[in-house]
């Protein structure tokens, strides 16, 4: 008789994973080591997540998730006040590691695109629904609203991205603000036509 399957199970290894993976990266990672470490077996890993690619990409997945909520329990004021907070959030310390893990796993996405086509799909079209919604409901047309969350989300990643290089806080919070300025200035001339 076989053993039930244990729901929770997938949930807890991809947790486990995240942390072995912020400490690890994504350079050469071998299933052997990373099941050594989390207490199961590479037979375990595959069981529940079909191949080395898939477990990254859920567990990717997993951290946007987590990283959307978050994003989510933002108090709604203003859109620069707003995206002042997601900035802040974002270059926080116990963010950055996550930041390092996404561009790492982005940059070998972009070498292996059939394989993490999902991935790059992902990446870029949750955040940009996720963005367009909120633009929509404060009344912009969706075309607008999608090439609005298309700047937003661009700017957004290059940021963190010149973030975890250089750590330049006071430059990149002026340079931020700065920008978010020039894109609610460009929102309310869109909201006016």
Known sequence: MSRPID?????????AIVQYLIK????????????????????????????????????????????????????????????????????????????????????????RPRLYKAFLHHTIEDWLQAITAELESERYRCKQARAVATIVLAGLRGFILDFCTTHDRKRLDESVELWLRSVNSMITTLREV
Request: hydrophobic fraction near 40%; charged fraction near 30%; glycine fraction near 8%.
């Open 24 to 111: 690890h990266g994504l350079n050469g990672l071998s299933l052997r080591p990373l099941a050594k470490a989390l207490g199961c077996t590479p037979r375990v890993l595959l069981y529940h997540f079909g191949s080395k690619e898939k477990m990254i990409v859920e567990v990717l997945a997993q951290i946007r998730r987590g990283q959307r909520v978050d994003y989510s329990r933002i108090e709604e004021t203003s859109f620069i006040e707003d995206y002042l907070t997601v900035w802040k959030r974002m270059s926080a310390p116990d963010s950055e590691p996550l930041f390092r893990l996404f561009f790492e796993a982005y940059g070998i996405a972009l070498r």
């Open 7 to 15: 729901e929770k199970r997938p949930g807890e290894l991809r947790s």
